[in-house]
């Protein structure tokens, strides 16, 4: 090879190294870019979740309760100091959103926050209503957080939908292992549903108007990151 083949030989071979590395670093972009449109999009979901209404008290003058003696906890703190309460509904984008942020501070807290969930099924959600009567009917056999939990970890499969999801919930109950009788006689039950409402009707005694809304020892609070309502926490824990 003559010398002159030998210098265009080189160049060809820097101005592709030179490529790849222009496509290298293009791609790195695209990642970097992607990432931060993904991180932004979740904060300002979780912002959207967890922004809540003014401060509220325990038992207002009409009898409402933030948390009653048959209100569903998912943990129980030994000592009662703290309890956060989130009034939701199982069709709620935002309280699906919501859902793996307060499985990680049920984790964060165990032991030391007692974390309770009440029903607050919005009209305009068509399976919502069903959701829970379906974690209802679980509950009644011992079950409500592992149904509570698998309609979260399923939403997508049947929210935001006008087709009755009744056999899907009850497929879920089946695989809880319940006995299924039981489980479709309260499912229909009127009791069920009264059971319900009384959820909704303190949720609106209290100025309850969207979900999730949370209370940290009866009163509402107003966090817009997970480290906001981790500093709430920590502060009653200290208080």
Known sequence: MSEQQQRAQARRAKIEALQAQDQAQDKRRRGIALS?????????????????????????????????????????????????VEFLDFECEACGAAFPVIEQLREQYTGRVTFVARYFPIASHFNAERAARAVEASAQQGKFEAMY??????????????????????????????????????????????RINKDVADGKALGVEGTPTFFLNGKKIQPRSTDDIKAAIDAALAG
Not at 160 to 182: H, I, V, Y
């Open 149 to 194: 939990q698998r309609m979260y970890q399923s939403q997508k499969r049947w929210a935001e939908k006008k087709t009755p999801a009744d056999e899907l919930f009850r497929s879920f109950a089946q695989s809880l292992g319940l006995d299924m009788a039981t489980w479709e006689k309260a499912y229909q039950a009127p009791a069920t549903l009264t």
């Open 36 to 84: 931060l449109s993904a991180i932004g999009a979740f904060v300002v979901v979780l912002a959207a979740v967890l922004v809540v209404a003014k401060v509220g008290s325990t038992t207002d003058e009409g009898g409402a309760q933030v948390v009653r003696p048959d209100s569903h906890r998912l943990q129980t703190a030994a000592d009662g100091k703290v309890t956060l």
